[in-house]
């Protein structure tokens, strides 16, 4: 998908910041899921497919910021790069591998293990064994909605028990943290009326079960 048909996807402006974009995509996704409550005259496939549109629209801009190093959404057809300050930055999507493993989550800090944010998992591999882990790990916390293995995303649907269900939206890209390490960016939302539940419970279950795969 271009950068021009993503902006004309999820509505954005060029210049919106970081967390305007994923408002919008996060508002697009409760209105269109296909598990999402609330009347629709559209068909169970057609909010599916719309979803999935949206979703790759929503990391094609998301991919495009990184390039521009910016945090704003660009225009299209500015030049990878432009505005990146030292041309540093952004996640590299390809890198030789260091040895396989999970690093930390912030409930689980192995000894040597490199800090990560809040929300973010590492994971001591290349991306493309790292998809494969977070896939496995996703799939047992709850059902897969939608995945680009390309773009590096993986979305699944948890239900709290007692509370609604959600959408949680796992990004990977390569660390620009330290050589070897893939980020794990985890983020959830509500795809009900009831308000969005702590996200903590589902990092750590899947790392918990990255944990389980031998890390």
Do not use: N
Not at 1 to 13: H, N, P, Q, W, Y
Not at 101 to 127: F, N, Q
């Amino acid at each position: 998908m271009s950068l021009t048909d993503a902006i004309r996807v999820l509505g954005v402006k060029p210049g919106s910041s970081s967390e305007q974009l994923r408002t919008v995509y996060l508002r697009l996704v409760r209105e269109h899921h296909p598990d999402s409550e609330g009347p629709s005259v559209l068909t169970y496939q057609a909010r599916t497919i719309i979803t999935a549109e949206v979703t790759t629209a929503y990391a094609t801009v998301r991919e495009a910021m990184r390039e521009a190093g910016t945090g704003r959404v660009p225009s299209p057809g500015r030049p990878a790069g432009a505005g990146r300050a030292g041309g540093a930055g952004g996640r590299p999507r390809a890198g030789p591998p260091d040895h396989p493993g999970h690093t930390r989550s912030p409930s689980h800090p192995p000894k040597g293990s490199v800090e990560a944010p809040p929300r973010v998992i590492s994971v001591h591999a290349p991306p493309e064994a790292a998809y494969k882990m977070a896939w496995d790990a996703a799939s047992r916390v709850g059902s897969i909605a939608y995945f680009d293995r390309e773009l590096g995303i993986i979305e699944v649907i948890c239900r709290f028990e007692g509370g609604p269900s959600c959408s949680v939206l796992l990004l990977l890209g390569r660390s620009t943290r330290a050589p070897g390490l893939t980020d794990i960016e985890c983020s959830m939302e509500s795809i009900e009326a009831a308000p969005t539940p702590p996200i903590t419970p589902v990092v750590e279950a899947i790392t918990d079960h990255l944990l389980s795969m031998g890390a």
